[in-house]
T-cell receptor
C-alpha cells in the first residue's frame, strides 16, 4: 500500500497561473480532504469529499476548486494563483466520518 | 471563530519529565478529539483519540484527558523523549470534518 500520495511535492507559480494538485489513496477510503498549513494557523480545511462524485466547502474554499471523479483521487485546482495561496497543502483520507485520517506528505507551493 | 484553540505555541521540557499540551474548544457537539503529531516536511500522523463519552484515554506513554465542563483537554507524555519533539495538533471531529488547533511545538531536550 502506498497510502496517501501527493503530486507534485514542490511547485513555484507566477501570479495568475493555474495548476492542479493530485491526491491519490489506495485504501478504498470514502472521505478525502484538502488542507493548507500556514505558520501559526494550524491546518485549515479547504474542501472535502464524502464519496466519489461529491465535494463540499471547508473553512477557506475561495480561490480553489476540487473534483472527485474517481474514489481514489481528489484533485485541487487553482485557476488563477495569488501570492496568498503560498502555503503547504496536505491531502488526507479516512474510512469514515470519525476522523482518523491519514495524511499525505504535503505539497509546498510558492506563488510569486 | 476558532473552534479549537491551543494557546501555547511552544513548550520545552527535559528528557524524562512530563510534557503537558493543552487544548480548549467551543463546540460541545463533537464526536471525538484526536491528537496528531507532525514532524517537519511530513504530513501529520495520528497519535491518540478520545470520544465524547470518556474522560481519559491512555496509550503507552500518552494519555489524553477530557474535561467537558471546562471544555478543555490535555495530552500528557511521560516520560518525554527527544524523539517526541514535533508539532502537536489538537483536532476535533464533528460529522465529516476535522478541525485543527494552531499546534504546539514541543521540544524535548536531552
Amino acid at each position: 500500500n502506498a497510502g496517501v500520495t501527493q503530486t507534485p511535492k514542490f511547485r513555484v507559480l507566477k501570479t495568475g497561473q493555474s495548476m492542479t494538485l493530485l491526491c491519490a489513496q489506495d485504501m478504498n477510503h470514502e472521505y478525502m480532504y484538502w488542507y493548507r498549513q500556514d505558520p501559526g494557523m494550524g491546518l485549515r480545511l479547504i474542501h472535502y469529499s464524502v464519496g466519489e462524485g461529491t465535494t463540499a466547502k471547508g473553512e477557506v474554499p475561495d480561490g480553489y476548486n476540487v473534483s472527485r471523479l474517481k474514489k481514489q483521487n481528489f484533485l485541487l485546482g487553482l485557476e488563477s494563483a495569488a501570492p496568498s495561496q503560498t502555503s503547504v497543502y496536505f491531502c488526507a483520507s479516512s474510512y469514515g466520518a470519525i476522523g482518523l485520517a491519514l495524511f499525505g506528505p504535503g505539497t509546498r507551493l510558492t506563488v510569486t | 471563530d476558532q473552534q479549537v484553540k491551543q494557546n501555547s505555541p511552544s513548550l520545552s521540557v527535559q528528557e524524562g519529565r512530563i510534557s503537558i499540551l493543552n487544548c480548549d474548544y467551543t463546540n460541545s457537539m463533537f464526536d471525538y478529539f484526536l491528537w496528531y503529531k507532525k514532524y517537519p516536511a511530513e504530513g501529520p500522523t495520528f497519535l491518540i483519540s478520545i470520544s465524547s463519552i470518556k474522560d481519559k484515554n491512555e496509550d503507552g506513554r500518552f494519555t489524553v484527558f477530557l474535561n467537558k465542563s471546562a471544555k478543555h483537554l490535555s495530552l500528557h507524555i511521560v516520560p518525554s523523549q527527544p524523539g517526541d519533539s514535533a508539532v502537536y495538533f489538537c483536532t476535533e471531529t464533528s460529522g465529516s470534518r476535522l478541525t485543527f488547533g494552531e499546534g504546539t511545538q514541543l521540544t524535548v531536550n536531552p
